[in-house]
């Protein structure tokens, strides 16, 4: 069977990605795009350009088995209640919500509803971070002490850099995708996080510096830096690192350092690096797709990624407190929505 | 001409030892060790020298112009205070002193006594990292936002009776090995206002440690200090950075560099391992001679060395407290 999927809003520019990754899907099918407000016209000019309609969101929920959200943070909320009132299944960029009760609010709205609310976590798709979740259940490690991360990128601008949109800077931006990692890796939560944030690159009014030092529930210390410190004229947009220290092993990951150098003296001179890798996006689709077309919940919930903007808000408070502050987590909810 | 009393007979003072050879205008004329190797190593590394079992001996009885000390941390004040007594000029290893205190009394003893005295802060005479500096003082990076290090590493299987595993003698991986990193960037930016610290450890016949130190600058830069005595046996000695400023980045990885490649050989033969000319130890003692020489003050101070040490103590402390830790409170 096809399964139709609908993408909501494009005002997150990942979903280029998910667009091209649903289209050469066998199983999937783009049935449209769909936003809101100001942003429709930029929605239609991506409708063209994916070769696909422009739907209002009321026709585009009625044509689609699921939709994914690509909306800003804000909005995130506004679409999973209206997917929720369609029967719907929603794939939600993230972090989840720029606040934990909205967080919270979508993955009620989900359970109320009937349907199955998935956040985008890319990085449980990356083949690098898939080989060590592998080594450490194989016990290579011997037993994990010490976790250090990095997802440091560029800075977005746009309506990442407004807080009503977004909630926050890199703190809200740069920290769920390895909190989410090590959570799903280790089967640890977060207890307790300290956070040094600045603003120090950009003319901006969030934060772009983003060092988070947590420790897991296991005791396990885990340091990442998020920060948007990647300038504008780096040769990619950033990386994704973990390294896993154990007293038997260390294994480290850096999930994009499969890349090609492209150096060019014409049309767009300068140097570049373009990854070849596997392709997360592809995995993290075909999760959702199948996830829609056989009624569970896909690999990441929004149940459990209350968690994560959980850790984000427990950051922010550290900052307000110079000290470390106590993450006090949901339940482990992680195999249901 | 300087005249070099040297004080250990272990990995330092072998490393010291070698470098001093390649300098012109000083020699190792006497060698001071408590372990036995001291003839053998004598021999092998300052052919010609006088020996001896005692320190201060060697420091009466040798015609020595300066001493070096490489020695386990806690022995690094009682023998610069020796030579501070004595009037002689005197370079010491990092990390200056376990304690707060002990760093404190070294300061005021080498002021007092007016003696040349600097502090092996060897990675300000790394290529890698001096360039770095140059260039961010140039302003080719902006203003720093996060400064971010590496030095990873199996733990210590050398030091006499294991000293590097006791934590009470070598304050562990970050006093002994992150103070490199605090030194550097303290040199690039500054005073450090707090650092947060996390730190893991377990033994298995070494003192295994793994750390980080999260660095809050007086002038709102950050940076993450990552330091490990934690890799298996055999692994890679590898050090990095990311020095990102808002026009800039500066990138170095231990990792990347290639230089030199060898792939099997004739048996007993081998190719140099460093693919540097001179050597950052060599460079680093050249200048202490130097000073010595002409009477100028090292480019690293006692004041230096000093806050370093705080750095690495309110690292210990904070990873101890779960608190964000001042380097001022340090000690006080």
């Known amino acids: 069977m096809t399964v139709r999927i609908g993408i909501c809003s494009t005002a997150h520019l990942h979903a280029d990605s998910y667009a091209a990754a649903l289209s050469e899907h066998p199983d999937a099918e783009v049935v449209g795009v769909t936003d809101v407000g100001e942003r429709v016209a930029d ?25 994914v959200v690509c909306s800003t ?5 506004a679409w999973v209640e209206r997917a929720a009132d369609a029967g719907v299944d929603v794939l939600c960029e993230k972090p989840l919500a720029p606040s934990v009760s909205e967080a919270r609010a979508i993955a009620e709205a989900g359970r109320e509803a009937g349907i199955h609310v998935g956040v985008a976590m890319p990085l449980r798709f990356s083949q690098p971070v898939r080989n060590a979740k592998t080594a450490m259940e194989d016990g290579l490690l011997g037993d994990l002490r010490f976790l250090s991360g990095t997802n440091r990128g560029q800075m977005p601008g746009s309506w990442f850099v407004e807080e009503a949109e977004s909630g926050g800077g890199a703190v809200t931006d740069h920290s769920v995708h390895l909190v989410d990692v090590v959570r799903w890796i280790t089967g640890e939560e977060i207890e307790e996080v300290y956070a040094e944030t600045a603003t120090r690159f950009h003319d901006v009014d969030v934060e772009d510096v983003n060092f988070l030092s947590m420790q897991l529930t296991d005791g396990t210390e885990f340091v990442l830096d998020g920060s948007w410190s990647k300038p504008d004229e780096w040769d990619f947009w950033g990386d994704a690192t973990l390294r896993l220290v154990g007293t038997e092993g260390v294994v480290s990951v850096d999930c994009f350092d499969q890349k090609i150098k492209q150096t060019r003296d014409t049309e767009e001179p300068g140097i570049r690096s373009i990854y070849w890798g596997s392709n997360p996006d592809e995995g993290l689709v075909t999760d959702f797709v199948e996830a829609v077309a056989g009624d569970r919940p896909p690999l990441k919930t929004a149940a459990d990624a209350v968690n994560d903007v959980l850790v984000v808000e427990a950051a922010y408070e550290s900052v307000e407190r110079t000290a470390p502050v106590a993450v006090e987590m949901n339940e482990p909810t992680a195999s249901t929505n | 001409m300087q005249r070099i009393g040297l004080v250990g007979s272990g990995f330092m003072a072998t490393t010291h030892a070698n470098s001093y050879q390649e300098i012109s205008d000083a020699e190792v004329v006497a ?20 020996v001896y079992a005692d320190a201060e001996e060697m420091m009466d009885d040798a015609d020595v112009t300066a001493v070096d000390v490489c020695t386990p941390t806690p022995t690094h004040r009682p023998l610069v205070e020796a030579a501070a007594e004595r009037g002689l000029d005197a370079f010491c290893e990092k990390p200056l002193a376990r304690t707060a205190a002990d760093a404190d009394a070294i300061v005021d003893a080498v002021e007092n006594a007016g003696i040349t005295f600097m502090t092996g802060h060897v990675l300000r005479y790394f290529p890698e990292y001096a360039e770095a500096k140059r260039r961010i003082d140039a302003g080719e990076i902006g203003t720093p936002g996060t400064l971010s290090t590496e030095r990873l590493s199996s733990p210590p299987r050398y030091g006499s009776d294991s000293w590097f595993g006791d934590k009470d003698k070598s304050g562990g991986v970050l006093l002994d090995m992150a103070i490199h990193d605090f030194d550097y960037l303290r040199w690039v930016v500054g005073e450090v206002e707090r650092v947060f610290a996390r730190t893991t450890e377990w033994d298995d016949g070494h003192l295994n440690q793994h750390s980080s130190v999260l660095l809050r600058f007086e002038d709102g830069a950050t940076g993450n200090v990552e330091a490990s005595w934690g890799y298996p046996e055999g692994s890679p000695f590898v050090t990095s950075y990311e020095l990102a400023g808002d026009e800039g980045l500066l990138e170095f990885d231990a990792r990347d560099e290639n230089a030199v490649r060898v792939s099997g050989g004739a048996e007993g033969t081998k190719a140099p391992a460093s693919p540097l000319a001179k050597s950052p130890y060599t460079r680093e003692l050249e200048h202490f001679v130097e000073c010595v020489e002409t009477g100028r003050d090292p480019d690293i101070t006692p004041n230096d060395a000093r806050e370093a040490v705080r750095i690495a103590l309110a690292a210990i402390e904070s990873a101890e407290r779960g608190e964000p830790v001042s380097p001022a409170e340090v000690g006080t």
């Open chain 1, 43 to 67: 929605a239609r000019a991506k409708a063209e350009e994916y070769g696909v309609e422009f739907l209002e969101p009321d026709e585009l929920l009625a044509a689609a088995d699921g939709i």
């Open chain 2, 31 to 50: 060698v001071a060790s408590l372990d036995e190797n001291r003839e053998v190593f004598a021999a092998e590394h300052a052919p010609g020298a006088e």
């Open chain 1, 73 to 77: 943070n804000a909005d995130h909320l």
